[in-house]
């Protein structure tokens, strides 16, 4: 990767913590580096533990009632997570993808999970260095996005070929369930907005019932270029909160419809970057990627262009009108394409 591309990775972001969350009651004492530390030594005898010295914490991702992503700096650096719910089965999933061959020494792997202390709500992960994917399909040449896309694409259609490890199935009525409910609300804003809303989620639910079957295989649940680590020798996905058992498709389309939200929103048009996302289908088929998906893209690209649209008015940042109905016209003109 290009020096320019490596300096930005490098930068990082500086955060400040957050005072107080009522609803993770473990957050104080996870972002205490003293309290952490006696807790820490408490948990193992292991010699991964002989390796604490003073703590030093750094904020990484905070979503308020839910969980907070943090860095732990010891003699070797960890990622650690702390959930407002016990989320063992976070490490257990972790864990078994682990053993399946996506470990730490493995081309296409997941983070080293490290432990999981359920007094704290806290899961401990190997903290990977290298470039988030999401950095060059926004900075990065043409040769370098498609690199990257490939990358990704491996990794996923290794992962999709895996016995699911147990967890929820989602299935096509439940997409739909959520689905409608983010209807609902881009609806409220009313407008060319809820017109366009009201007929895509109609043509959804029209279209879903000719889907017919396919295999469910293990699904992220949240694929993008934003949990993608482009290692030296080594592609890494991380963020596991979210895994379910489900249609291949989905994993598929949520990282396509990543891209057009990138390229909308960070490089002033949604066609940027479909070199790109075209690439990463082209070889997810050719890694031996489910040759079902194809067919069933439009549906589900359809549903996260929706859910884009939904996000947009949620949050409300700057153009956010124009966003969701960018995302509902594009949701549109693919479910289109499937008729």
Known sequence: MSASLRRFADQGVANSPPVDDPDIPTLGTVLNPKELGKQLKLVSSSEWWRALREVRIQVLEWRSAKRCTFEIALRTDLIGKVYAKDRPNVYQVMETLTRAGFGPEADFSIPQPIAYVSSLRLLLQEKVEGIPAKLIFRRGDERQRAAAAERCAQWLAR??????????????????????????????????????????????????????????????????????????????????????????TRDVAKFMVSLARQALHRLGSIRVLDGAAEGFLKTYLASGGHSQVAARLPFYKAIFCLSGANRDVLTKAPDWRGRAEAMLDEGLRTIDRRE
Do not use: N
């Open 159 to 248: 992962f999709h070929a895996l016995a699911p490890p147990p967890g929820q199935v989602l299935d096509v009525e439940g997409i739909l369930r959520r689905t409608e409910r983010k209807s609902r609300l881009v609806s409220e804003e009313g407008g060319a907005l809820a017109a366009k809303s009201a007929q895509l989620f109609g043509r959804l639910k029209a279209a879903a019932s000719s889907l017919g079957r396919i295999p469910m295989c293990p699904g992220h649940g949240d694929y993008t270029p934003y949990q993608v680590i482009l290692a030296e020798g080594r592609t890494v996905v991380y963020d596991w909160d979210l895994y379910v058992v489900a249609d291949p």
